[in-house]
């Protein structure tokens, strides 16, 4: 179980802390921004790594999602965390990532400032048997098939149309092409 006590750091859309608050509070629909951060994981074939929530958490419990997300501690920087939450939930020490940008994410029940980096990696990936129900890496037309039918997480499903559209655009163009050669 998510420990709702544990203290997240409040920003403004910059980024910069404004004060604190319980992953409780964050949690239960007051929309309090707080920062998180997101890795996707690419390999060499242009797949991409999902890890699956455990039924237990608290939000999404169950969907597939992306490789990495986790809160920033307070005094953390994104950086920080990024490097913490990779080994933490996939076992991942020796890698690099790219900044993709920076957003708020909101639902019905949170408002999220997201930093969002990408990487590309083809080492061995160890899930965190406490933090996720395992994981998988994704060909692009499963992706595709899987969005939109309560699968994959909305904010994954956002944030990959957002910032890795092209992916599928891409698979959509081939596709297109080897039913032509069909005909």
Avoid at 2 to 29: K, M, W, Y
Avoid at 63 to 81: N, Q, S
Avoid at 92 to 99: A, K, L, P, Q, R
Wanted: aromatic fraction near 10%.
């Amino acid at each position: 179980m998510d420990n709702q006590q544990e203290i997240f750091p409040l920003v403004n859309e910059d980024g910069r802390v404004t004060g604190s608050a319980t992953r409780g509070e964050c949690h239960n629909g007051s929309k309090l921004l707080h920062p998180v951060v997101h890795l996707h994981v690419f390999n060499q074939a242009g797949d991409i790594y999902l890890q699956k929530r455990p039924a237990w958490k608290d939000i999404q419990p169950g969907r597939w999602d992306t490789a990495v997300g986790g809160h920033i501690d307070y005094g953390e920087t994104p950086d920080k965390a990024l490097q913490r939450e990779v080994r933490e939930e996939l076992g991942i020490t020796d890698f690099t990532s790219e900044f993709i940008a920076k957003y708020v994410f909101e639902s019905a029940r949170e408002r999220e400032l997201v930093y969002v980096f990408r990487c590309t990696y083809d080492g061995p990936i160890c899930p965190s048997a406490e933090e996720l129900d395992g994981g998988r890496f994704w060909p692009m037309d499963e992706i595709r098939a899987a969005i939109g039918h309560d699968i994959l997480t909305p904010n994954f499903e956002s944030e990959f149309r957002r910032f890795f559209n092209a992916c599928l655009e891409g698979l959509n163009t081939e596709s297109a092409a080897k039913n032509k050669l069909k005909e």
